[in-house]
């Protein structure tokens, strides 16, 4: 059985349509790929799928991440000049990450170091970044304002590798969150044309 109580492995499954309410789970088949080779992104695929397969994610809005050699959906760990080309035509200035198509370009320096904005550890910040954009992937967006409730935890679509604005550093999507992306209301990041 997978961890979602299927008894068919996700292979047999089939995503059910957007919008369309039923007992299974959105499969969303995806791959990691890792262009930067140093001991500080070593273990890079290992954090992100137990991120993505982590209980406290994405799986409570009834999506079933899973990772293959091959799929539609790519997470990328690459150096920022790399990462601007993977967010092109968004403006990624060689820092930050982004979601573009079927593609979650993840900042290899970001994944190294964090930034002076966050105030969390490491570990916690290379888990807010996948579960950032690849809520993104998922159709979620930013919130309107970042930190509804100072002193509390911050959404997990907020801008936390830039602003807190007075909320806590969160890895993890809050249940409002999970709420919303559970109806699944939004579409899936759109393939790229090959």
């Known amino acids: 059985m997978s961890r979602t109580g299927s008894p068919l492995p996700a292979e047999e499954r089939t995503a059910k349509t957007i919008g369309v309410r039923d007992d299974k789970p959105v499969v969303v088949e995806?791959?990691?790929?890792?262009?930067?080779?140093?001991?500080?992104t070593a273990r890079f695929a290992r954090i992100a799928e137990a991120t993505l397969e982590d209980t406290r994610g994405w799986q409570r809005a009834d999506f079933d991440l899973v990772r293959r050699k091959r799929?539609?959906?790519?997470?990328?760990?690459?150096e920022g000049a790399s990462v601007d080309r993977l967010c092109f035509p968004y403006n990624t200035r060689g820092l930050y990450s982004c979601q573009n198509g079927p593609?979650?370009?993840?900042?290899?320096?970001?994944?190294?170091?964090?930034?002076?904005?966050?105030?969390?550890?490491?570990?916690?910040?290379?888990?807010?970044?996948?579960n950032h954009e690849v809520g993104h992937l998922l159709g979620q967006h930013h919130p309107k304002t970042q930190c509804p409730e100072p002193g509390h935890a911050a959404p997990i679509m907020a801008q936390q590798s830039t602003e807190l604005n007075g909320c806590?550093?969160?890895?993890?999507p809050l249940p409002h969150e999970i709420r919303r992306a559970a109806r699944h209301a939004l579409p899936l990041a759109p393939p790229f044309e090959e």
């Open 30 to 40: 995806y791959m990691l790929i890792r262009k930067v080779h140093d001991p500080a």
């Open 168 to 172: 806590l550093p969160n890895p993890w």
């Open 71 to 78: 799929a539609r959906f790519k997470v990328v760990l690459a």
């Open 103 to 130: 593609v979650v370009a993840l900042n290899a320096d970001r994944w190294r170091t964090g930034t002076s904005e966050w105030t969390g550890t490491l570990a916690g910040y290379r888990r807010m970044l996948v």
